[in-house]
């Protein structure tokens, strides 16, 4: 029996991480979401109720957020809002690593904080713990760009199918 490419709504830092996201959205593991169009963008750049739309458009046909976690991508706003947009929805959730994978000049980056930390999730008893503890983190064990890649595109659809 063939399995069927779930459809994911992937998250990271833009400026930072473009280069190293569609390295794996590319990799065609998973349907996930295409680039913004410039033609997207100019109509919602500047407008944070059109970006809001966007993202909330592009997930809604989606089953799992895939946060690719880069030097930068803990604390900024939409990442933030895409994350507790993904746990409130009930979807799939789940962060990768990306910093070994090389940008568009070669270069590796540093290791970015836990995103999920900035969260606290319910548990049992009415207590709290922190979305970090709840949500899937895998930090490729390789040094090596090519490893580090290989070891994504191998494993992420298992990832995703675990995380919904």
Excluded at 120 to 139: C, D, E, H, Q
Aim: net charge negative; hydrophobic share 35%.
């Amino acid at each position: 029996m063939k399995s069927v490419k779930r459809r994911v709504f992937f998250c990271f830092h833009y400026e930072q991480d473009v280069w190293r996201a569609a390295q794996i959205r590319n990799a065609g593991t998973l349907d996930g979401n295409e680039p913004i169009s410039d033609n997207d963008w100019e109509e919602t750049k500047g407008s944070e109720v059109a970006i809001k739309k966007w993202i909330d458009d592009q997930m809604h046909t989606r089953s799992c957020t895939v946060v690719l976690i880069g030097s930068h991508t803990a604390g900024r706003d939409w990442i933030k809002y895409e994350i507790e947009k993904s746990w409130h929805d009930g979807k799939g959730l789940l962060g990768i690593y990306i910093h070994q994978l090389l940008d568009k000049d070669r270069r590796p980056s540093g290791q970015g904080r836990n995103p999920f930390d900035n969260f606290t999730v319910p548990a049992f008893n009415g207590l709290r713990i922190s979305m970090s503890s709840a949500v899937p983190i895998y930090n490729p064990p390789y040094m090596c760009s090519k490893d580090v890649y290989s070891y994504i595109t191998n494993n992420i659809a298992d990832w995703v199918e675990e995380a919904i």
